[in-house]
């Protein structure tokens, strides 16, 4: 119950981790059902102990070759230590925590980055690359051992005979179920060892799969002893394509003697030589297999991979690009017409500013020309009022007149000195 206890501990803190690294509010969002369903099956299998005591059970079976029943009296420790054995996942866990990719910064890093999950399936598919033949051998012989255990246990209380309730035949009996054999000398009796000699028989195909495969992958030529080869084949096709012609030119020279400078035609031999010469002719070279996509390389493999997704992203790429250049060209259309217009109407409206300027000021110079008249009709009529005794209001009045004379001129010809004409009349005015 201790370890029961500390596994369910083990899964509270891994929800707290997952909580505070995704910033959730309430941990029963990291509950799912998965992991809801992966916790209970693992505090079931954990939860499996002897009970202490002494309990027994009547186990009854029916022998294999007399087919007769059988029945023995069986400890309850047998039926709960057998299912112990499902903890051994607990040591690709420890894998998992003591593998080097799983506590190397840098490897974490290039992993996230790359969205990879360091997780058992990761560790053994990297263990299965690295040393093939350790991983299987060791599983195996790991396999084949606590396979005869079970069945030993088992087998014990039914087996008069003491064939499989002995280790080593117990051993001799999952071997040659491994190996899919099948002598028949051996069988169990309960339903208990048969269901391991079941498991044995379908862990010991998966197993024989991959050592074939292991044996496929470390006989295949390496890339640059690929490359030795094909080059040797290419040799001696070139060599044999040579030969070929050699022997086309001897023979034509042969047949070419025999017939036209020997005096004496011997026909059998130039049969001999035109028979020759054909053969020279459709003699056909072994050219080397064609290479098929399955003989290629990994590397070259993943490599096709790799340019076809680049060219694919490339397209899309250019097609976007293609879209946005024809959006552009319709905003360059748009804003050429709107300059191409433009001068026609900053024309149209400097003439329509022109025209009311020019109204504005005309009606000003009117305005002022009326004005500056009644100015001099007031000062004339101030001058005509003046006393003509008074020497300095008769300086004054001549000066009056001089400028009233001078604001006259400038009336008729410059409009737009009227304001001094208007200073000079007030300085001079009547008070």
């Not at 119950?1 to 929800?15: D, H, L, Q, R, S």
């Not at 099956?41 to 029943?69: I, T």
């Not at 250019?318 to 360059?332: H, K, T």
């Amino acid at each position: 119950m201790e370890n029961t206890v500390v596994k369910f501990n083990v899964y509270i803190f891994a929800t707290v981790l997952f909580v505070i690294d995704n910033g959730a509010d309430d941990w029963r969002i990291a509950m799912t059902m998965e992991r809801v369903l992966l916790i209970a099956l693992e505090l079931l299998v954990s939860a499996v102990h002897p009970v202490p005591g002494d309990f027994k059970f009547q186990w009854r079976a029916r022998l294999a070759f007399s087919y007769a029943p059988s029945q023995a009296e069986a400890d309850l420790d047998m039926v709960l230590s057998v299912p112990m054995f499902l903890r051994l996942y607990l040591i690709a866990r420890v894998m998992l925590l003591h593998s080097k990719l799983f506590t190397d910064a840098s490897s974490r890093s290039i992993g996230a980055l790359n969205k990879v999950h360091f997780n058992t399936r990761f560790v053994m598919k990297t263990l299965m690359t690295i040393c093939p033949g350790t991983v299987l051998l060791v599983f195996s012989i790991s396999l084949w051992i606590i396979a005869a255990w079970t069945v030993r246990v088992c087998e014990r209380y039914h087996d008069a005979q003491d064939v499989t309730s002995n280790f080593l035949g117990a051993m001799w009996l999952i071997s040659i179920t491994f190996l899919s054999i099948g002598y028949g000398d051996m069988v169990p009796h309960t339903y208990c060892g048969k269901g391991v000699c079941l498991l044995t028989g379908i862990m010991g195909a998966g197993c024989t799969a991959l050592v074939v495969a292991v044996v496929a992958r470390k006989l295949e030529l390496t890339k640059a002893e690929k490359h030795v080869h094909n080059f040797m084949m290419d040799t001696q096709l070139t060599k044999r394509i040579k030969n070929a012609a050699a022997n086309v030119l001897r023979e034509t020279w042969l047949i070419y003697k025999h017939t036209k400078l020997m005096k004496k035609i011997d026909h059998s031999r130039v049969r001999k030589h035109q028979r020759k010469f054909l053969q020279a002719i459709h003699q056909n070279p072994e050219s080397p297999p064609p290479v098929l996509l399955s003989s290629c390389p990994p590397v070259l493999l993943q490599m096709q991979s790799v340019m076809y997704e680049l060219m694919s992203e490339l397209n899309d790429r250019s097609e976007d690009l293609e879209r946005q250049m024809l959006s552009l060209e319709q905003r360059v259309e748009q804003l050429t017409a709107g300059f191409n217009a433009l001068p026609a109407h900053l024309s149209a409206t400097l003439s329509a500013q022109h025209a009311a300027l020019v109204n504005t000021l005309n009606t000003a110079q009117t305005h002022n020309k009326h004005t500056t008249r009644r100015r001099i009709y007031a000062h004339t009529n101030r001058f005509n009022a003046l006393s003509p005794s008074d020497d300095t209001k008769a300086y004054t009045a001549k000066h009056l007149m001089h400028s009233i004379e001078h604001c006259q001129a400038m009336l008729d010809t410059k409009n737009d000195k009227k304001s001094v004409c208007l200073d000079d009349l007030s300085s001079v005015g009547v008070s």
